[in-house]
C-alpha cells in the first residue's frame, strides 16, 4: 500500500502539460532577450527556445552569453554530473558500489540499468551506467556508497557546489528526479560543468555512447547501455568538437542540457535549460558555433605592456642582486583572458588588486569590458615567500613598476614592521655611469686648474734656477779670472825682481 502510494504522488509532481501550452511557452521563451546582448558593442547571440541559457569559457570562468543565467531550474538529470564529480574525487575506480532496496527503488518509467538489491558494480561501472545510461538507481547507489545515506550525499554535493562558487543551487538527490526543493540556474551548473569537465575520464564517460557491463557474479545480467544523447557521434546532431555532454529530462523541468566543447583554443561550456526537444540541441550547438566565431583567448603576458613587470629588471635586494638568471616580479605565464572579435586589448579595463593569498601571489589583474569581467593574470613573486603587505608604484599609482613593499602585521599575527626594497639594476648601472662621467669630468677641471693657476710660478722658479745657475757660473768666472789675474802678477813680479 505504501509503495502503491508513492507511484501515484508522482504523478502529480510531473503533471505533462498539453501540447499547445508547451509550445506556447516555447515561443515565449525564445522571445525573451540574452542579457549580453545589451553590452555595447559585444557580439550578438543567437536566440535560443531555452528558458535559460549561458556559454561559458572553461578555461577562464568568462561569460560569453547570459540568458537568465541565475534564475531556478530543475535540472533533471544533468545532476549527474556533479554525482559524478564527486565520484571521481572520493573513490578510485575499482571500489565496489552495492544496491541497497532504497536506491533501487525509483519510479518505473525513469531512466535506470535495471539492478537489483543487493547487487554490485565497479565504480567504473556505475559511473559508464551513471554518466551513459544516466541510471537513476546508480545515482543513488553511489551516493549512499561515498557518504552513507542519500541525505548526507545530498549535504556533500552542496557543500561542493557552494565551494564550485554557485549561487542559487539546492539538491536532495543524486539523480536529479523531479522534487520542488531539487533546484539549480544555468550559471551554477555551468560551474560545476567547468570542473566536471577538467577530467579526462570523466569527459570520456560523457562522451560515450554505448558501454556494455558482462554478467558477473556481483550482478548476473549482461547490461547494453545507451545514451540518449544526440549530440554523439553518430547520432542525429552529432558534433564533432564535442568533449562531453549530459542530458536530462522530466516532466516539469522540460529538456536540459550540459555540453563541453573545444575549438581554436577555446574550451567552453553550455548550459540549457527548460527547452522542447530537439531544440536542446539545435540551440546548444548553435550557442558553442556563436563562441568559437566570436571569441578568442590570448595570454595576458603576451599581450599585457603597461604591466610589463619583467620588463623593469628588479631583483630582490637580499638575494642575488646582478647574477639572478629571471625577474623577481612576472605576470602569470598561463594566464588567458577571453577578448571579443569586436573588441581589442587596449579597449579593456583592467583594475590591479593588491592580493597576497598565496605564497608567490603578489597581485591580480582583473580585466573587463564594460563590467562584464573577460578573466585574470596574477602577478608572481620568482621564489619568494611574502607576508601581507601593502605596495605602491614609482610613480606614485598603480602602475608598471613596483618598487617598494610594506610588510605590516595583523592583529592575529603581530610581526615587526620591515620594508622590502626593489632594485632597478638597470638604472643602477645608467647612475654608475653617469656619475663615473661627472667624476673624471671633476678630475680634469681640477686639474686644468690647478696647471693654469701655477703654470707662472713654475715658469718663475724655473727662471729663478736658471738665474741662479747663471749668477754662479758667473761668480765662478770672475773669481777664476781674479785668479788668473793674480798668477800673471806674481809671475810678472817675481820676472822685475
Known amino acids: 500500500m505504501l509503495l502503491l502510494s508513492y507511484f501515484m504522488i508522482i504523478p502529480a509532481y510531473a503533471a505533462k502539460p498539453a501540447e499547445n501550452d508547451l509550445q506556447q511557452q516555447a515561443k515565449e521563451r525564445y522571445e525573451m532577450p540574452a542579457q549580453t546582448n545589451e553590452i555595447a558593442n559585444w557580439p550578438t547571440g543567437p536566440q535560443v527556445y531555452a528558458d535559460s541559457a549561458i556559454v561559458m569559457d572553461a578555461d577562464t570562468g568568462t561569460i560569453l552569453y547570459a540568458k537568465n543565467i541565475y534564475e531556478a ?33 525509483i519510479p518505473w518509467d525513469a531512466s535506470k540499468a535495471n539492478m537489483k538489491a543487493g547487487d554490485s558494480l565497479y565504480m567504473e561501472q556505475a559511473m559508464y551506467a551513471l554518466m551513459v545510461g544516466s541510471a537513476n538507481e546508480v545515482a543513488t547507489a553511489i551516493g549512499e556508497h561515498i557518504a552513507g545515506s542519500e541525505e ?23 539523480n536529479g528526479l523531479f522534487s520542488e526543493e531539487h533546484y539549480t540556474c544555468a550559471y551554477d551548473l555551468a560551474l560545476i560543468a567547468r570542473e566536471y569537465f577538467s577530467y579526462e575520464l570523466l569527459s570520456r564517460m560523457s562522451n560515450t555512447y554505448h558501454y556494455f557491463i558482462d554478467a558477473s557474479d556481483m550482478q548476473p545480467e549482461d547490461k547494453d547501455i545507451y545514451s540518449h544523447n544526440k549530440l554523439l557521434a553518430g547520432q542525429k546532431y552529432a558534433y564533432d568538437k564535442l568533449v562531453g555532454s549530459k542530458t536530462g529530462y522530466t516532466d516539469v523541468a522540460r529538456s536540459t542540457l550540459v555540453t563541453c566543447a573545444e575549438s581554436g583554443g577555446l574550451k567552453l561550456i553550455c548550459v540549457v535549460l527548460k527547452e522542447e526537444s530537439p531544440n536542446q540541441f539545435e540551440d546548444t550547438i548553435s550557442l558553442l558555433e556563436y563562441g568559437f566565431r566570436n571569441f578568442k583567448s590570448v595570454y595576458v603576458s603576451d599581450v599585457e605592456k603597461k604591466y610589463s613587470i619583467e620588463n623593469t629588471d628588479s631583483f630582490y635586494s637580499e638575494k642575488d642582486l646582478f647574477g639572478n638568471s629571471e625577474p623577481l616580479l612576472y605576470l602569470d605565464p598561463d594566464a588567458k583572458i577571453i577578448i571579443p572579435a569586436t573588441v581589442e586589448f587596449d579597449d579593456l ?109 713654475r715658469r718663475d722658479k724655473k727662471r729663478r734656477k736658471r738665474a741662479k745657475r747663471t749668477h754662479n757660473y758667473m761668480t765662478v768666472q770672475r773669481r777664476d779670472k781674479g785668479t788668473q789675474i793674480r798668477h800673471r802678477k806674481q809671475k810678472r813680479w817675481k820676472r822685475w825682481k
Open 349 to 457: 579595463d583592467c583594475e590591479l588588486v593588491y592580493d597576497t593569498s598565496e605564497d608567490d601571489k603578489i597581485g591580480t589583474l582583473n580585466y573587463s569590458y564594460h563590467e562584464q569581467p573577460l578573466g585574470t593574470s596574477y602577478i608572481k613573486i620568482t621564489g619568494q615567500s611574502i607576508s601581507p603587505m601593502k605596495f605602491q608604484s614609482v610613480n606614485g599609482n598603480d602602475g608598471a613598476l613596483l618598487s617598494e613593499m610594506v610588510v605590516e602585521s595583523d592583529a592575529d599575527n603581530p610581526v615587526e614592521t620591515q620594508k622590502v626594497i626593489y632594485i632597478n639594476v638597470k638604472q643602477l648601472i645608467v647612475v654608475i655611469i653617469i656619475g663615473a662621467i661627472l667624476l673624471v669630468g671633476l678630475i680634469y677641471i681640477i686639474t686644468y686648474l690647478r696647471s693654469y693657476q701655477f703654470a707662472s710660478k
Open 73 to 105: 531550474e530543475y535540472p533533471a538529470s544533468t545532476t549527474k554530473i556533479l554525482t559524478g564529480l564527486l565520484a571521481q574525487e572520493n573513490c578510485s575506480m575499482d571500489e565496489v558500489v552495492e544496491f541497497s532496496s532504497y536506491a533501487v527503488n
Open 152 to 174: 548526507a550525499f545530498s549535504q556533500m554535493m552542496n557543500n561542493r557546489a557552494k565551494e564550485l562558487g554557485c549561487v542559487n543551487t539546492n539538491f536532495v538527490n543524486a
